[in-house]
């Protein structure tokens, strides 16, 4: 190699911090995806789920770019995130903790301008508590369950919460919500079946505000809508449902680097276990992203990468930091030390890879791991 490519090369490890794995977050489609919910949605408010570090694509950069676009109301599922994301946003952003609070965080909660959204009369009493204690009334939205029996006030609850609310409470309610468990099944049953339990409780609890859909419920229609919505999968570029052509535009590429190539002769094993024996001849190349990096072992001798438009099926058996791939269909020398090959982009989306490791968008993206070098752009 000449002086003039080895110190190029130098400068790009060096930008990089060596990594051999790129993951791209497109933060304008991400803006555009925003601006589609709000345009679906109008004139009901869009807020952003961006729990796991917003789905691991960096809460940060994600709930400044939202910002940007008009976005006031962003979800955490922990309060730990909500602390992270609390100085990264102007004061009239509000931060909620979709799981609530730990007993013992209350007073640092109010402190700090993040809401808890309280999900049972224990956490009510602890919020109380906090607000008799800071001799003030203290903000907090009231999810209810309607069906999903995870998070939020039971039905048992109820009649407790109301009289609670009656006897001048130093709680203030800001709205009310609950969340769906089968929004993506445009036909599903148990979607007219919450939104109709939802109505009951809002009649139960009147004069307060809705949030209901997340990014599935954005596409059930009006009724779903609320006066808040909560997307989250949506924004990132995953499939809001199962049913339809994904509406949204794709937010994150993912591309890795070849770390070696062989070439291998018929009976040659491949990989951990020898799981995988050549059949024929075969060029393969290794890539340097594994479990760790969050291709799940479920994509051995299952998945694949691409390069130009070609498709390298994953040979064997997904290592921690590596997976070899088939590339006998590229021309010899396509691929050699240094090259990069496709795991996310214009020929392999989200859903393709998700569906081949036997799991869901979601999944796929908070798995990603933080040894890839990211580019905003
Ligand atoms: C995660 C979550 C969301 C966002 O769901 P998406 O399907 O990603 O849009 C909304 N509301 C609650 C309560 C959640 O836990």
Known sequence: MDSDILVSHARTAAITQGATGYLGIDLAALGRNYRKLVSMLAPVCAGAVVKADAYGLGAEQVAKALYAQGCRHFFVAQFVEAVRLRPMLAQDAQIFVLNGLQPGNEIACADMNIVPVLNSLAQWQQWSAAARALKRCLPAV????????????????????????????????????????????T???????????????????PGFDVSFANSGGVFLGKAYHGVLARPGIALYGGAPTAATVNPMEPVVSLDA??????????????????????????????????????????L??????????????????????????????????????????????????LEDIAR??????????????????????
């Open 257 to 298: 680097a070849v770390i070696q190539t062989r070439c291998v002769s018929p009976g040659t094993k491949v990989g951990y276990g020898g799981a995988h024996v050549a059949q024929r001849e075969m060029r393969l190349a290794t890539i340097a992203a594994g479990y760790a990096d969050g291709l799940p072992r479920s």
């Open 300 to 349: 051995s001798d299952r998945g694949a990468v691409y390069y130009k438009g070609t498709r390298l099926p994953i040979v064997g058996r997904v290592s921690m930091d590596s997976i070899t791939v088939d590339m006998s269909a590229l021309p010899e020398g396509a691929l050699t030390l240094g090259s990069l090959v496709e795991v996310l982009g214009p020929h392999q989306t």
């Open 187 to 205: 036909d599903g049953e148990q979607n007219s079946d919450q939104l109709a339990e939802m109505s009951c409780i809002a009649e139960e609890f």
């Open 142 to 185: 009231l999810q209810f369950d309607t069906g999903m029996s995870r998070l939020g006030f039971p039905p048992e609850e109820r009649a407790d919460l109301a009289t609670a609310l009656r006897n001048g409470a130093n709680i203030e309610g800001l709205f009310i919500m609950s969340h769906l468990a089968s929004a993506d099944e």
């Open 356 to 377: 081949d490791a036997d799991t869901i968008s979601y999944e796929f993206l908070t798995g990603l791991g933080d040894r890839y070098h990211r580019q905003y752009r």
